[in-house]
């Protein structure tokens, strides 16, 4: 029962009246920063790190907590609307959010995803003060040739919720992969295809290339000759702002299905919230009755990654409160804020800092509830916003990008790189190649290659050593069987496909 | 010659209560703007913290905000070349460390910059000592043994680092040039990871700065086999000193110091020392770069003189260490 | 897709469609020697045009053929990265451009598609040559790099060749006003960011993107413009607090 009494003690800390507004605060402006293309929860957090020195600890860290889970239901917005995935957890959400809306259903997507994210947020909170010790073993057991294993699985993920050419999803990766090679190299510091540009140092940003292959060529290309047309309709068609209940009943599963995968995806540092979000989109495709619906507005393609993300948001939080060690950049800026205050966490965090912890738990809890009351009127505008003639909404996207994307780093550079992706991006289309696939490898390339390496390091350059561990061996066999049952069928359509056609 | 030589102390003298004279004159005329001051390294991380808590109370002093902007990349250095590049007007600083100051100029052959040439050394803030750290189970029990195991083992052992020209990694090379070993290194992004790494027992041993190290070593998550400083630490009283457990040429410390770009007047570098110093006579200042276990300069460390020393001395010390690394 | 293109028309497109690639082959050098000619007027570091053009020349022309004789041989003095540029990305492309003529293309969304992406596979490889490869058993800097650009050339080969044996749509139909407008728009903002400030460039921007469409409606844009201009004044340096300058650097003067 110390769990109870714990979670009372959080809840008690939460709820005092600094902390909640400090959850408001940070709950609000994480959804700010999601809805924002281009700049980033890091950035932010970053930003916002100074005003938290005069801040008590449990406040500023309730705060910055807020900020990055907020962030996470602010993503979605953006993907549904615009087709700007801010983060690379809401690129699979553009999939099949932006068809939805382009059906004039962007209200039931961005509804659904709320709803979702707050289900696998509560329960993915439950989990962390329930199992968060144990747990913590997990993240201990993948070492690199786990994570390398992990990553090809990822990879895998992505050619299977592409819905096009599995042989053109498996270039884009690949594409993807090569672009995360730009910049130095993390073993021996050499510059890798940087053309000694220092903007390239340290390689391509994601938020560059997410704003040039989705925002700047969906603009683009609904700036085409005959495209005006289909834009007009969508105008016309918007439905309903909140979903049927048949769309309910259809979210329920993947929604279940998501919180679980993410919750335990996202324990794992590095990577882990991103592979959960193509893994639940992976799942649903494969367990649907019809998957061809799916990149041509499948509602379960936004509740299952929605729900994943935020869980994984959520249990993501385990490792830097049971081992002290922050799995990625927000939870290192956290430390950095816990360190400025005199607390260096570490496995004893949560006997030496209960209110702490537990006042962090309980707020999160209450930080979602407040995300979903935010966010859920909200919608009601965003849908509104899709009714501004396109012909001023573009040229404001183009402005909003252009200034998310500089703000990142403060480098014009980065800029002009997004414009020449928004032309690589226009013309992926105009060739039939899906960019979701691209960013996944692009955001996997770089933790693919560095455990890869790794792992070889530490063995030797035996080779065998991603077949005798058995966590990692099972990842791979994972990974295997789902290429084969992906490869077949595709292999089958594209025969039909050419039947079809001929008949034609 | 006694005579002469107390004259020329008497015009020091002198000279100096001028420099003291004119600095608050010029100190309320210099910060008419709000100053940048730029960290080559992100929000959050050993430099970052350092610099604000430090940067907080100068700006009270110099009665200016001074405005932290974390530049990263290529290991500090993007940072530290716009700040090389930067007006000297006083109005843009940097926080440099071991890494960008120093080890960066055998580390990058291309270095756009030179650490002595191109800064205006102000003042050293505070100096992080560097642990020899292993995993739990590590067999060896104290520093000799871990020596001699390490030296025997050279082709097992794996030593994990944070990533090229990273604290880890330089001072752990010259750990190796010390013991004559070249054990696989082991890269991580970060000091994080390569700590989980270590907590994991996937890696043998690292060599790390003390402030995300001291929770661990209280948990007995990993084990500490000495700090390579002076004296030891007051927040891990009974981690020797590498000269009492049989190692004495092994010492580094990650220091932090602020630097102005070449050429910026002589009156702001003195009202920015000025400051500094200030800063770390102040009690609350003092005692949270005591918690994260950092040795602060004493007076005589503090001058713009000594700094100018100490990164000549620095990167003396490292150039022969990192130049066959590369 | 607008199907425009019939299939009759095979023979006069696959000239084309060849002449592309062969202009696609020397891309990188072409845009060496635009970039070259800022040089003149004493703007970026590099060779002259003068240069770049020679060097280039004697390399895909002279050197480029006497290594690969050279390399039969025997012989292995290192080469200079034009030839290289050369070896590994223009004459595998020239080889790709004369096949084509010989070829039936099917489908040229994928026949293009594939040759295009296998230009940047190459390119990229062209690119990491100068890394360094295995070191025993530890990857060197360029191990996955070239791992990745090899198996790309292969993959996109892959889609060349579904291009040419399965039927397809044909290439899609590019528009210019759209495309140049926006990123006319977006290196505008790249370019005046730091010295004239958010206010200027914020707005300059958002009329030239307005541009691209043949949809607006002057009086209009400009209202909205200005009322972005504010808003984004107003959200990112006050509310978000991000250093970026507000005004012209010369008004602050």
Known sequence: MDIFANLAHGFAVAFSPINLLMCLIGALVGTLVGVLPGIGTIATVAMLLPITFGLPPVGALIMLAGIYYGAQYGGSTTSILVNIPGEATSVVTAIDGHQMAKQGRAGPALAIAAIGSFFAGCVATVLIAILGAPLTKLALAFGPAEYFSLMVLGLIFAVVLAKGSVLKAIAMIVFGLLLSMVGSDIETGASRMAFNIPELADGLGFATVAMGVFGFAEIIRNLDHGAEMNRDLVQQKITGLMPTKKDLLDSTPPILRGTVLGSILGILPGGGAVIASFAAYTLEKKLAKNPSRFGRGAIEGVAGPESANNAAAQTSFIPLLTLGIPPNAVMALMVGAMTIHGIVPGPQVMQKQPDLVWGMIASMWIGNLMLIIINLPLVGIWVRLLRVPYRLMFPSIVIFCAIGIYSVNNAPVDVILAGVFGLVGYWLIKHDFEPAPLLLGMVLGPLMEENLRRALLISRGDWSVFVTRPLSAVLLAVAASLLILTVLPALRAKRDEVFTESEN | ?326 | MADTMGHSATATRNTKVALGFCLLAIAPQIFELIWSIGTIFGWGTGRGPAAVVTSHATALLADAPSAIFGSFGGGTKKMSSEVLLALIYSYPLFAVAILTLFMTIRSAQDYVGGVVLMALALFALWAGSDLQGMRGFSFGAGTAPRMFGGLLVALSAGIALTGLLTDGPPMAHYSWRGPLFVVAAILFFALSIRSLGLVVTAFSSFMIAATGSHETRWLEAVIVGACLTVGCAILFPYVLGLPMPMYPRFLNQ
């Open chain 2, 1 to 326: 010659m006694t005579f002469i030589r107390a004259l020329a102390g008497a015009c020091a003298a002198a000279l100096a209560s001028l420099g003291a004279f004119v600095a608050p004159v010029e100190a309320q005329t210099y910060p008419t703007r709000s100053i940048t001051m730029i960290v080559p390294f992100a929000a959050g991380g050993p430099t970052d913290v350092v610099a604000r808590i430090v940067t907080s109370h100068m700006a009270q002093t110099l009665g200016q905000s001074i405005i932290i902007e974390n530049v990263v990349g290529a290991g500090g250095t993007t940072a530290t070349t716009r700040a090389a590049r930067a007006a000297n007007d006083g109005y843009t600083l940097i926080t440099g460390h071991m890494g960008t100051h120093a080890a960066s100029v055998p580390l990058y052959p291309k270095l756009a910059y030179h650490p002595e040439k191109d800064f205006e050394p102000i003042a050293l803030l505070a100096g992080t000592p560097i642990l020899i750290l292993a995993r739990k189970d590590f067999p060896p029990k104290d520093l000799k043994e871990f020596v001699t195991y390490v030296k025997a083992n050279a082709e097992k052992v794996n030593a994990a680092h944070a990533g090229v020209g990273s604290v880890s990694h330089v001072s752990c090379e010259l750990l190796h040039s010390i013991l004559d070993i070249k054990p696989v290194g082991v890269p991580f992004n970060g000091t994080g990871p390569a700590m989980n790494a270590l907590v994991a027992g996937q890696v043998d041993y690292m060599c790390d700065q003390i402030v995300n190290a001291v929770p661990q070593i209280n948990a007995g998550t990993i084990k500490a086999y000495a700090i390579a400083t002076p004296e030891r630490n007051p927040s891990l009283p009974n981690v020797p000193t590498t000269a009492e457990a049989g190692l004495p040429k092994f010492q580094a410390q990650a220091w932090n110091a602020i630097f102005a770009p070449k050429g910026t007047s002589p009156a702001i570098v003195a009202s920015l020392n000025a400051a500094a110093v200030k800063a770390l006579d102040d009690e609350t200042v003092r005692k949270r770069l005591l918690e994260l276990g950092s040795v602060i300069p004493s007076p005589a460390e503090r001058t713009p003189e000594s700094l100018a020393a100490l990164v000549k001395g620095e990167i003396a010390k490292w150039t022969p260490v990192l130049k066959p690394a590369t």
